[in-house]
């Protein structure tokens, strides 16, 4: 099995500040992986440089959805384009189209999927009247999946702090993804919700396929979803491993908790 | 543009009606006529003014929609958006000219005309957003505003060195037909052309922009472009698709003035564009209904002011009112003050 990502020795600089430095990091099919570091530490960077909002100074970025070993390098490509590839991502904080409904929100990431053109639009042909219908179909089963088909025809920005982050998840499954990325996803929700996100990214991973990198400071969520844990601070890969390895690697508990004082009884 | 036209038509005939053109005059001058309905006199002059107004607001609208429309997008104040309006009258002047010349009866000559007008200016719109604007995209957006400027200049006297700087003689492509009489002065039938056309435009236009997908995608693209491009929508083709329907409105109103006023020049874009900028900010700028509503007040506050008080003073009026309304409600009649976001 060859991974589906996989990043070698990235490095991004802005002016004279290494975000990243040297970074390497790869993800399995079907594997929930997190990436944790500090405040700064260049995770969000990371996620820019992959979805194609930035150009990483130097290294590769390889995707390779159906494992196969033909893996192509997205680098230079464009976000819309790195998109139609089947990355998908959400951000730190809600981004959503708050002046449109929830079902129109999920149909702009299925249209990332279909072809109609502008004139097809235009005139409206049978081929783009079937097509919107399967669209609009498409959107509410992937509502439905994700608990927010009670909300529909709602304006975005009307819905609980919650179901908002979940319609960002939504927004992006409907890009048809093979691999997820979630930008803080818990940021901002109380316990019950962290639950509710935790029971509905395993069950994307379970019954979709779909692999998933988050970004996460909760670590209880952290601990309890993912199966390998890549740590980074000021750019630079610290450890890796199992929740296990993470916890008691002393490392990234310096950098966390920063550096022990000997304790000279 | 690319062959010169010679009119034989008489020249003092032009600059008599030069000052009507300046101000795209829509009013008629045959004002205070005398009532011919049995209506009240007042009444009658009221309803004049009024429809008078809605005309002329009308192509202030389908103007304005490209303001609007490409300050949603990009958040630029398209100066040379005039110019497109000016390039489809020219347009639909030498095709127009030229068919006729081949004897293709009016109906025709009309459609092909128009259609040819808004085909053009589409080519223009989109050509100028990719030399003029596009290699902006991430500059500061002074630069974009005098690359606007420069632009609007460069094509006028593009089109004054092609053509020429005298006034030329418009046919009337609308033709005069025999509808609501006894009051057809009232209503006359060019105005009833122009708001019918206005109003299927803009049925087409709403249409396009909620229930297609390319319609989704500017309101997205709108709201938030990186979010838009990370679900997969091209932003560069949206901004053109934005440019190119702004341009196809601009053209049909450049014709519709054109055709109704009888004349038209290279600098005609200018004044119009500046009146539909105006009643794009008065109905608050990015909002395409906000524009349509900007264009209908400043055509009526015109139209009222010319009617009742003083022609001379007709933009005065026109642009205190403006002054009135920003001081009042800043980010215009149905703009949303923005909380910026951190």
């Not at chain 1, 990198?213 to 909760?218: K, P």
């Not at chain 1, 952290?222 to 890969?237: H, P, T």
């Not at chain 2, 100028?128 to 630069?143: D, F, G, Q, T, V």
Request: aromatic fraction near 10%; glycine fraction near 8%; hydrophobic fraction near 45%.
């Amino acid at each position: 099995m060859k991974p589906i990502l996989e990043v070698k020795n990235m490095t991004m600089d802005f002016g004279g500040l290494r975000a990243i430095d040297n970074l390497d990091l790869f993800i399995d099919k079907g594997e929930i992986v997190a990436l944790i570091g500090p405040n700064g530490a260049g995770k969000t960077t990371f996620f820019n440089c992959i979805t194609g909002i930035y150009t990483p100074t130097s290294g590769d970025v390889f995707i390779d959805p159906d494992g196969d070993g033909k893996k192509e390098r997205i680098n230079n490509l464009k976000p819309n384009l790195v998109t139609r590839r089947g990355l998908a991502r959400t951000f730190q904080n809600i981004r959503l189209f708050s002046s449109m409904t929830v079902l129109e929100n999920v149909m702009i990431g299925c249209h990332a999927v279909t072809k109609a053109g502008i004139l097809g639009a235009i005139f409206r042909g049978p081929s783009t009247k079937a097509e919107e219908n399967l669209i609009v179909e498409k959107s509410y089963n992937i509502l439905e999946k994700i608990g927010l088909a009670k909300y529909v025809n709602e304006l975005a920005v009307n819905l609980p702090y919650g179901a908002q982050r979940r319609l960002e998840i939504a927004r992006a499954m409907a890009t048809e993804p093979f691999l997820l990325l979630l930008d803080e996803p818990a940021a901002g929700m109380n316990p019950q919700e962290t639950l509710e996100l935790d029971a509905l990214i395993m069950k994307l991973r379970d019954n979709e396929g779909i692999s998933i990198l988050l970004i996460e400071h909760d670590m209880k969520l952290v601990m309890s979803l993912s199966e390998r844990i890549y740590v980074v601070d000021y750019g630079k890969k610290i450890g890796e491993g199992t929740p296990e390895d993470i916890r008691s690697n002393p490392v990234v508990i310096k950098a966390y908790l920063g550096e022990e004082i000997e304790e000279d009884a | 543009m690319d062959f010169h036209i010679t009119y034989m038509a008489d020249d003092s005939h032009n600059r008599r009606d030069e000052s009507r053109f300046k101000n795209i005059y829509l009013l008629r001058l045959s004002y205070k006529t005398g009532s011919r309905t049995g209506l009240n006199m007042d009444l009658e002059y009221f309803s004049q003014l009024f429809f008078g107004g809605l005309t002329r607001g009308s192509i202030y609208a389908l103007i304005a929609l490209g303001y609007t429309m490409v300050y949603g997008i990009i958040e630029l104040i398209n100066f040379a958006h005039g110019e497109i309006y000016m390039i489809g009258a020219f347009t639909a002047l030498i095709v127009s000219s030229v068919l006729t010349l081949f004897g293709m009866p009016v109906l025709a000559v009309v459609v092909l005309a128009g259609m040819a007008a808004v085909v053009y200016s589409c080519s223009y719109g989109y050509t100028m957003e990719k030399i003029a604007y596009k290699p902006l995209r991430n500059a500061p957006r002074l630069s974009a505003l005098i690359s606007a400027i420069g632009m609007s200049l460069f094509l006028q006297n593009y089109v004054l060195l092609a053509q020429t700087s005298d006034f030329l003689p418009f046919p009337s492509l609308i033709p005069d037909f025999e509808f609501w009489e006894p009051y057809a002065h009232i209503l006359t039938s060019p105005e009833l052309v122009i708001l019918i056309t206005t109003v299927v435009v803009m049925i087409l236009l709403t249409f396009l922009i909620k229930f297609t997908k390319i319609g989704k995608a500017m309101r997205a693209t709108s709201q938030d472009k990186m979010m838009a491009s990370l679900l997969g929508i091209n932003v560069d083709r949206v901004i053109s698709v934005t440019f190119v329907v702004g341009s196809a409105t601009a053209a049909i109103g450049g014709i519709l003035i054109a055709s109704h006023i009888g004349q038209i020049n290279f600098y005609m874009g200018f004044i119009a564009g500046i009146k539909a900028f105006v009643a794009a900010v008065l109905g608050g700028i990015g909002s395409i209904p906000g524009a349509v509503l900007g264009s209908l007040v400043l055509g009526w506050t015109e139209s009222f002011f010319t009617g009742y008080i003083s022609s001379d003073y007709e933009d005065v009026f026109a642009f205190l009112f403006l002054v009135l309304i920003l001081i009042f409600r800043p980010s215009g009649i149905l703009g949303r003050s923005q909380a910026q976001k951190v």
